[in-house]
């Protein structure tokens, strides 16, 4: 490789740019990155595997098919748009200057916001020193990890349940994955949990669930809460550390029907000592892009996550957190947002479940768990060991996405994505980007790509 230091001169107008690929060991991602010696974390780390997904999508519409996708978890803001308050709040804000870096933990008026927030609809009252504002809930779930958890602990979750794997590997952390089970619809129980303990640091919740769109109820959110504070009683007699909670919340603001969201703290008073809680706006007020998250979290904690943010400069940026701050401090303008959202995603929701209900009833091989929260549905597509006419037995989920995509353009995703590995037709089926009409649409073209399996 020649290396060659060339004076600004050179980038001077008419003199053709020093093409950059030609001094870089290039070929496909991976293969470049092992030449070029990268760290084994980089070697290792996993793409999303939603984004692959997407890109079969985006071939199937590059050929003019259309594709109900429900893939992603996000909104469309065609079909979700933030509150008209949060827009018109940032572009002011933006105007009157609020450009520079805030403060690491947060602009004050936006943890204020969070605390009475939590004091006013969680009934949670915490000092302003435990709310660290970051941009978005991901960096609060990497500081989390990393504020509780060495290298070569272990951190206890369920599956399926998104992203912790990759969390995991990038604190060096050693996975200890409980199998939920959906006549549980796919929630951790105490049962479940409680052998798994020994040494783990972190236990890994969220509720509403990503994939299921179920939620924690009382009795077993309960359960798991005294499950910990036991154990942490335990550790405390022995001179042992504590173990954690992450409580990753941020679809709270929506469930559905009789679903009610809950949290240990307010459950099981003692797990404010151990409970670390993730939230933001992206789900809450179909906000993703504009990357405002938080925690709430025993000061100890949230001092060392605010460090920890600090140094990876994942702030959100000023004028979004103003501005978040002053939308959470209007409950008259959230609960008018909320009560337009929730009906919203309900009805995509209940569209698809009644959907598969009717088609379930007409024999075919589908059924779905009624939606209590977030924005998915649980659906299982049930034809392993079936076949078309004339072709090969369905035996992996893989089989049964891409059939859907190609015969019905319904993109979906199966629950090996979320870390649970069998081929039993689970599949995740996201709302936030297509209308009511769209699943109307799409609902028939399912029941003929299932009618033709025998
Ligand atoms: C359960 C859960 N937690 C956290 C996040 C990340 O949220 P953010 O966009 O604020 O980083 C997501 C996003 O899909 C999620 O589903």
Redesign the pocket.
Same mark, same amino acid.
């Given at each position: 490789m020649t290396h060659e230091v060339r004076s600004p001169a050179a980038a001077a107008p008419g003199r053709l740019p020093l093409d950059a690929s030609l001094h870089m060991p290039l070929g496909a991602e991976g293969e470049g990155a092992a030449r070029a010696g990268l760290s084994q974390v980089a070697l290792g780390l996993v793409g999303s595997e939603i984004l692959k997904i997407a890109a079969d999508v985006r071939a199937l519409q590059a050929q003019g098919r259309k594709v109900c996708n429900l893939t992603v978890?996000?909104f469309a803001p065609s079909e979700f748009r933030i509150p008209r308050s949060l827009e018109r709040g940032i572009a002011s804000l933006l105007e009157r200057g609020e450009t520079n870096y805030p403060p690491s933990d947060g602009v004050l008026s936006a943890r204020e916001a969070v605390a009475d927030y939590y004091a006013r609809e969680l009934g949670l009252r915490y000092p302003v020193s435990s709310v660290v504002i970051a941009?978005?809930?991901?960096?609060? /779930?990497y500081a989390t990890y990393r504020a509780v958890v060495d290298p070569g602990e272990r951190v206890l979750y369920p599956v399926p349940?998104?992203?912790n794997n990759h969390y995991v590997f990038m604190s060096r952390a050693v996975p200890v994955e409980v199998m939920a089970r959906p006549e549980d619809d796919f929630l951790p129980t105490s049962d479940l949990l409680r052998h798994h303990l020994d040494g783990v640091r972190l236990l890994s919740l969220?509720s509403p669930?990503?994939?299921t769109g179920t939620a924690l109820s009382r009795e077993a959110l309960t359960e798991i809460s005294v499950m910990v504070v036991e154990e942490n009683r335990r550790r405390a007699a022995r001179g042992d550390r504590p173990l954690y909670v992450m409580y990753?919340q941020?679809?709270w603001t929506l469930t559905f029907g009789d679903t009610r969201h809950h949290t240990p703290v307010e459950l099981v008073p003692e797990m404010a000592a151990y409970t670390v809680f993730?939230d933001? /706006?992206?789900?809450a007020f179909a906000a993703?892009g504009l990357?405002?998250?938080w925690t709430v979290a025993p000061p100890y904690v949230a001092a060392r996550m605010r460090d920890l943010l600090g140094h990876v400069g994942a702030w959100a940026p000023r004028a979004e957190q103003i501005a978040a701050g002053e939308l959470l401090a209007d409950p008259e303008g959230i609960a008018a947002y909320h009560a337009g959202m929730r009906s919203e995603v309900q009805a995509r929701l209940d569209a698809l479940y009644e959907g598969f209900r009717a088609m379930a009833e007409a024999g075919l091989p589908v059924r779905a768990i009624p939606p209590q929260g977030?924005i998915y549905l649980s659906a299982r597509f049930d034809l392993m060991g079936r076949r078309l006419p004339g072709g090969a037995l369905f035996s992996t989920n893989e089989q049964v996405r891409q059939y859907l995509l190609e015969k019905a353009g319904v993109a979906v995703v199966p629950f090996q994505a979320f870390g649970r590995g069998l081929d039993d037709g689970w599949f995740r089926l996201s709302v936030g980007a297509v209308s009511v009409a769209g699943i109307a649409e799409a609902l028939p073209r399912i029941r003929a790509a299932l009618r033709d399996v025998i």
């Open positions: 978890g996000d941009g978005g809930a991901r960096p609060v /779930i349940s998104w992203n969220n669930l990503n994939p990753d941020v679809y993730v933001g /706006i992206s789900k993703t990357r405002v998250g977030a």
